[in-house]
């Protein structure tokens, strides 16, 4: 039997011997590449199942040794409303009575609440309605439309809801603010409204038997022009600014010509640029003679600002400085340092560019530059002189 057995696999091939083997190797290596991955999972469960598995989270109904009441459920904060369940129909959320804007206020009055709305007002809305509510602010005198006037009777007589309701939805050009100031404030801004219109309307009851005084009275006082409180000329608000400004006040008149100029003899040419001027000032077909050189010479000079003569008009310092605290100080700086490179300084700007080119300057506004100055026609000319003396004795 036993050399049956060896002659039969005498009998294999060579090729089936090779198959054989293959087929012994590879069961080999199968078992290893298993084994060794099962081992390598079983080291990867072991090192992350402590981490992930005993996780020290809170069960929903089940106590906790970490706080010292046993809980794992806290208590909400106060005041939290669960989400889709608050009264948004309420007063206090809509200032609205019936589809009607109401007159109440849903939050205790008292003077925090008052020194809160003055904060959040001076915040988002002086921009456009300025400190005082008279819709004057700064980007408005720049060219953006007018703002709302607190101080109209259409508004002093409008329901408390109306503020708060125009605060929610917006108003016109206003946009809505129900992104950036909670109800609450809301509220609060309407009452600072409430308090800063009766500050322009109060009698000495309203002030508790203290000294009210009209504003008339301290403008008077302080040397403000007699308009200051009056309605200010706006830039157009469609498209681009249109300059509706009067015209520059006049040039003052010339000076006689100096009597070594006036013995010098007429020499006028069309070629020099530099007499150009004089001669296109004389009437057509005329003769210069020395007064009529001597007088286009000044004008020329009159006319550009370069050669415009640097010594400031005649005016009261003292006032200038109060007029330029009132109407210039807020964009050029009370130092007159500007803020560059947006708003120009103003040390110097006498001598730079002379009284004439500020008149100017004040009277149209200036609409080149990264901000656009606005005209000032609430300033009289005498006005505009005290504020160049002042800026020519600051040094």
Known sequence: MQALGIKKQARLSQPEVQATGNRAKGTG???????????ASMLGLAGCRQDMHNQPKFYPQRGTSFYADGRSARPQVLGTIARGQEDSGS????????????????????????????????????????RTGNGRGMIVMRGFMAAGNFHTERLRSAPLGHFY?????????????SGQIEPADRWAIA?????????QHATTAD????????MEDVEAKEGFAPDFLKDWELPATSGQIKSSAPAAAPL???????????????????ANPKTAPLASALPAGAKPTVATV?????????SAPSAVAPHAAAGDVANGQKLYMANCSVCHQPNRAGMAPMI???????????????????????????????????????????IIAFLAASK
Do not use: W
């Open 191 to 199: 009452a600072y409204v409430r308090a800063l219109q009766l500050s």
């Open 29 to 39: 290596f199968q078992r290893i590449a298993a084994a060794t991955i099962a081992c």
């Open 294 to 302: 001597a007088v286009a010479k000044t004008e020329a000079r009159a």
């Open 207 to 214: 002030a508790g038997g203290a000294k009210v005084e009209k």
């Open 252 to 270: 003052p008149a010339p000076m006689p010509a100096p009597a070594a100029e006036a013995a010098k003899p007429a020499q006028v040419s069309q």
């Open 344 to 386: 120009p300084s103003l040390v110097g700007i006498v001598a730079r560019v002379g009284a004439a080119h500020i008149h100017a300057q004040v009277a149209n506004g200036a609409q080149t530059g990264p901000v656009k100055m606005p005209a000032f026609p609430r300033l009289s000319t005498a006005n505009v002189d005290d």
């Open 165 to 177: 309701n125009v605060i929610t939805n917006g108003y016109g050009a206003m946009p809505d603010y």
């Open 91 to 130: 007063y206090f959320r809509t200032g609205m009575v019936n589809g009607a804007e109401g007159d109440g206020l849903p939050v205790p009055l008292n003077a925090d609440l008052i020194a809160r709305g003055q904060e959040r007002y001076n915040i988002y809305c002086t921009s456009c309605h300025s």
